[in-house]
């Protein structure tokens, strides 16, 4: 075989990865480090921005939708320097200093950026705010936001009665309520309890199951008064509250290290170490999967890194067998189903993975995209009305696919490839850099070692 298994081309606005995969096969060894956890980086620069003092944050994520954060909260007049992975300061303006911003706040295609920004802007009174993101972003829906925002008192106005970005909001001194929220969402509790820093009382938040948890314990390392009642998945918050600036670490972000974990397991001989990995209890559930798949994964020189769970990921081959996926464990693992569809796709029988419906309104609809482009490869995959049905053991070989520009697809879609026979063409493949600039960067790394 002649040329690089691993290589990028570019042409106008889109990049374009091929792997092929050599006829011999290939092993994956090394350690890698992947970037900073996209939850806990967001939330670090929004209530940076919002407290008094300075934060300084190491390891942040330099993804698209983290520059999104930090580009709509320097508009709304806080001071964010240039962002880079060792020292990013912020000097905020304080709970309730947000300035009004000439001109409109684009999320990009974040959708946390969009809906935890709701909860704050919609909470200062008196000053009027217009925010939108990307085609992909405005096709989104905001209602689950917006109308528990209302019921607190909000005024918000868009496209669809408030269902779709762009969105206007004219601030207004909110009352705190008790929220039993229809689905188990971080973005939907964040949301609420940016909210309530600036009510006077308390706002609570009551999930069907347990949703990641970052916000909760960054704003008490803030200083605020948050209370956790994990027996009814409830969460209080009790304002108005005073934030003070602190030291975040961002550990390694699960979401990341999920496509290594899932590499490692499927292609022969391979072993892989994937350090400083934050291994939250409420993100984990992609490990419990893959270690009830079968995949050989252990936990190494555990650590609590800035009151987060660290530790270094290492994964060896074996071979995978089927599972179903879902209940309560979906919350806490619905980012990582793309690839752990790669997984099953892998593993001997047939893994049913349910109650996933959310998957359709992300970046794309997930559910579909998996299924189509995986069957382009050779897989058996079905789709169920909220999931995918995926019958294991099917010989891939290279196809020409797409990412339908979605991050997840794109990194998910290239580990197939990893194990299927001849080339893959994957176009889109820029997506990836929303959450993973560096991704082909570290999948050239492991290849070739």
């Known amino acids: 075989m002649s040329g690089p298994i691993v290589s990028l081309q570019t042409t106008e606005n889109h990049q374009h990865l091929t792997i092929r995969r050599p006829t011999q096969g290939m092993t994956l060894r090394g350690r890698i480090q ?22 300084q944050i190491q390891g942040l994520l330099l993804g698209e939708d983290p520059r999104s954060t930090a580009n709509c909260f320097r508009a709304l007049g806080a001071e964010i320097s240039e962002l880079n992975t060792q020292s990013v300061i912020v000097r905020g303006i304080g709970l309730g200093q947000l300035q009004e911003p000439v001109d409109v706040l684009n999320a990009g295609n974040s959708g946390t950026t969009l ?31 917006v109308k528990p925002l209302e019921q607190m008192g909000a005024l918000i106005w868009g496209r669809q009665g408030g269902a779709l970005a762009p969105l206007a909001v004219q601030g207004q001194q909110l009352q705190p309520m008790h929220y039993p ?20 009382g308390q706002t609570t938040v009551t999930e ?15 200083g605020a008064d948050v209370r956790v009642d994990p027996e009814t998945c409830s969460v209080t918050v009790t304002g108005p509250a005073q934030l003070q600036g602190q030291t975040v670490i961002v550990p390694g972000d699960i979401s990341s290290a999920a496509f290594w974990l899932v590499a490692g397991a499927i292609v022969p001989g391979s072993d892989l170490v994937v ?5 939250n209890p409420t993100r984990t559930g992609v490990l419990e999967v893959l270690e009830q798949m079968g995949a050989d ?44 569809a790669v997984a099953a796709a892998f593993a001997q029988g047939t893994t049913v993975i349910r109650d996933a419906a959310e998957l359709r309104v992300k970046e794309s609809d997930r559910i579909a995209v998996m299924c189509t482009q995986l069957n382009r490869m050779g897989a058996q995959v079905s789709e169920l009305a909220d999931g995918l049905e995926i019958v294991g053991g099917a010989t891939l070989k290279g196809a020409e696919v797409d990412s339908h520009a979605d991050h997840r697809i794109t ?15 994957i176009h889109g493949a820029e997506a990836a850099a929303i959450s993973y600039p560096g991704f082909v960067t570290t999948l050239q790394q492991v290849t070739e070692s």
């Open 297 to 340: 994964i252990t936990q190494e020189n555990p650590r609590i890194v800035a009151g987060e769970p660290v530790a270094d990921l290492r994964v060896r081959h074996r071979s995978l067998q089927s599972c179903t996926i879902a209940g309560d464990i979906i919350p806490r693992l619905i980012d990582e189903i793309p690839i752990l």
């Open 275 to 279: 350090e400083n990995v934050g291994v």
């Open 115 to 145: 809906r935890l920004m709701l909860g704050i802007l919609a909470s200062h009174n008196g000053r009027f705010f217009t925010v939108t993101g990307d085609s992909s972003l405005r096709s989104r829906p905001m209602s689950r936001v």
């Open 34 to 55: 992947v970037p900073g956890d996209k939850s806990i980086s967001h939330r670090a620069l929004m209530l940076g921005a919002l407290a008094t003092g300075e934060t």
């Open 208 to 222: 069907p199951a347990l949703s990641r948890d970052h916000s909760e314990r960054m704003l008490r390392a803030f």
């Open 411 to 425: 990194m998910s879609l290239a580990i197939a490839a990893l194990n299927a026979s001849g080339t893959t063409l």
């Open 181 to 200: 929220s229809p689905i188990a969402s971080a973005q939907v509790k964040s949301c609420i309890l940016l909210a309530g820093l600036m009510t006077d």
